[in-house]
């Protein structure tokens, strides 16, 4: 279920070493470009369900693979709590191609969005979880509230025999969210943003 091992190592070895050897200066600045484009590309239907949790007094998180350094400005931008990312290690100011804590993909996610609920006091059967892939299996399973998005096909499977909701966003949605996702591949990066990725919420 979700991401299988060989399938969570190519991400994780694609994702570090994309980083590996670039100065951390260099990565942030990426933002400045990178995010306001995908803000641009988050889709109405998205920020009301986002806006739908902050206002009933839920925190709320991006969870993805990417580096950590990219997914907290978007989160910010978007008024979220916080951006939950691959964390690498830095030595004299460049990536080391090494991890610094959980590779946020497949399992590594739940070990992410544990270790913030136990420093945050939060009950994973309180919370919810949005994905639109397989592959985030193993953290729509941690959580009370699985939700998909848009699903893959085996989401989608998974979703209508576990009597999960399913979310679909218009055909546009979908093509906003495919260039999404290249938007940030584009810089050697996986799966990441908060079209493509994944809120984490819950009730206080």
């Not at 988050?42 to 925190?59: F, I, K, N």
């Not at 999404?180 to 584009?186: G, K, L, P």
Request: aromatic fraction near 6%; include cysteine; proline fraction near 5%.
């Amino acid at each position: 279920k979700g991401a299988s091992d060989d399938t969570s190592h190519e991400v994780r070895e694609r994702v570090l070493g994309a980083v590996r050897g670039v100065r951390l200066d260099d990565l942030v600045a990426l933002n400045v470009d990178i995010v306001p484009k995908l803000i641009e590309r988050v889709r109405p239907e998205a920020q009301r369900l986002l806006d739908q949790h902050r206002h009933a007094g839920r925190d709320t998180y991006i969870v993805s693979a990417s580096p950590v350094e990219l997914v907290e400005p978007l989160a910010q931008a978007l008024g979220m709590t916080a951006g939950i990312g691959t964390r690498s290690r830095i030595a004299d100011g460049k990536y080391t191609g090494d991890l610094d804590g959980p590779f946020c993909y497949g399992p590594g996610k739940v070990e992410a969005i544990a270790a913030i609920s136990a420093a945050r006091g939060y009950e994973l059967d309180r919370c919810w979880a949005y994905s639109d892939s397989a592959s985030d299996l193993p953290m729509l399973e941690a959580v009370g509230h699985p939700v998909a998005v848009n699903p893959d096909g085996k989401l989608e499977r998974v979703a209508g025999e576990r009597g999960w909701p399913v979310v679909v966003f218009s055909e546009r949605t979908k093509a906003v969210i495919r260039r999404s996702t290249q938007a940030v591949s584009a810089v050697g990066l996986a799966a990441g943003g908060f079209a493509t990725g994944v809120r984490w919420a819950r009730s206080r």
